[in-house]
């Protein structure tokens, strides 16, 4: 398990090192090619191993709480694969990494056709998390918009995190 997460780390570090020398705008605009979301007032930007991050103000100043609470959205080219098989593949993943329990599927339909949300509480290095993410498929790239949170903060800023995540708009 080890392994895996500094292998995960070292290459999230080296696909954002260059990202270190663009203002906090650039930044935006380089990590959300293709998307945007509405950001509250009370939630913050900020880019983290390449990907688009919104953390709860609040939380931005506190240890590295900013890291393991907040929005994430990302975005992958599949080409040909389904948005099922994508998925089904990401669940397999999930669980042979962590331990996830109270497991949900819901198929949503939305502006961008079929959407498949997962919900879940997943055990990563002894710290309970809970996780809402969604997936979107739209000429050949999947987007996925997600929210997680340590058990003890999730309840406390999921409605704005729900919020958010209903924001999600496909720009190109």
Known sequence: ???YFLIILLVGCSASKNN????KSELFTKLSKGFIIQKLPNWE??????????????????GYEYIYNGI???TKEVGEE???????????RQNSLYKVTNFKKII???RYGKSIVLVYDAEINRIDYKVIRQFYLHQGIIYEVAYS?????????????????????ITQ
Do not use: C, R
Not at 20 to 23: A, I, P, Q
Not at 45 to 62: A, R
């Open 82 to 92: 389904t948005l099922s098989s994508f998925v089904a593949k990401e669940i397999d």
């Open 45 to 62: 930007f900020h880019g983290f191993h390449g990907v688009l991050n919104y953390t709860p103000k609040e939380l931005m100043n506190v």
């Open 149 to 169: 949170a340590k058990s003890k903060f999730f309840d406390f800023f999921v409605n704005d995190a729900i919020h958010m995540m209903k924001t999600f708009t």
């Open 20 to 23: 270190s020398d663009l203002s």
């Open 108 to 110: 949503e339909q939305t």
């Open 72 to 74: 994430i959205a990302t």
């Open 1 to 3: 398990m080890k392994k």
